[in-house]
């Protein structure tokens, strides 16, 4: 095992047990055996050490993530991967907490990466006609709920008893950025009123997908701006 893995392996075992989401440099240097210089020298300072466990410590989770087959549905896969986040959260709180933590100044990638694949599906569902805003939109809305019940849980759990919480705001807050799938009953569509918003979205994402030879790249990212502007009500 060399240094690097070593100080990564000690600093994910001192956060695991750790009362609060944070460890000590000194510690991780003991813990691996290792000089100060050397953990400075390979991560820079404690911020990028500790965007290193946490990215270390979801490898796993988004691993997953990255191998999920897409399911016929879309929306479906938004209310797992919610499920998903919360579980995983739940289990590593430590490496959770830490990730979104306002003292680390190194941005994880994992944060990224997270929203990356979530933006994916909510293109998915654009491209199916199944939401009701721009991507983008819907991408911030969905991350910062998940991640903020997600805080609020492990941060104030005595506020949050309620075993049902999380999946009554998922189905709040997924409700209010898609739209039931065309075949749904009638008069379960949507109102006229978002009719072209829903319409706009959708070849937006499809035009993304498909890169029209119709288009020059110019014209393509003119549309694509008309259309997103159209989404956004």
Not at 76 to 100: Q, T, V
Not at 175 to 198: C, H, I, N
Request: aromatic share 6%.
């Amino acid at each position: 095992m060399d240094a690097r893995e070593k100080i990564l392996e000690a600093a994910t075992d001192l956060l695991a047990e750790a009362s609060v989401a944070d460890v000590s440099t000194r510690a991780v240097c003991e813990a691996a055996g290792v000089g100060a210089p050397m953990l400075y020298r390979l991560f820079g300072d404690k911020a990028g050490l500790l965007a290193a466990v946490v990215d270390r410590g979801f490898e796993a989770y988004l691993a997953s993530k990255r191998a999920a087959r897409p399911s016929d549905d879309p929306v479906a896969d938004l209310r797992s991967g919610w499920d998903n986040h919360m579980r995983f959260a739940l289990e590593h709180p430590n490496h959770y907490r830490l990730m979104y933590s306002p003292e680390l100044t190194v941005p994880p990638a994992a944060a990224r990466e997270a929203h990356a694949l979530l933006h994916g599906i909510l293109e998915r569902c654009a491209a199916a006609g199944r939401l009701t805003v721009p991507p983008a939109l819907a991408t911030q809305m969905i991350m910062s709920a998940n991640v903020g019940a997600a805080l609020s849980v492990l941060t104030r759990p005595e506020q949050y008893p309620d075993p049902g919480f999380s999946e009554r705001l998922r189905d709040a807050v997924l409700d209010s950025v898609t739209r039931p799938s065309s075949d749904a009953p009638d008069g379960q569509e949507g109102d006229g009123d978002r009719a072209v918003p829903v319409a706009a979205a959708t070849l937006a994402a499809r035009l993304r997908a498909a890169q029209s030879p119709f288009f020059t790249p110019a014209e393509s990212a003119l549309l694509g701006q008309w259309l997103d502007k159209l989404s956004s009500g």
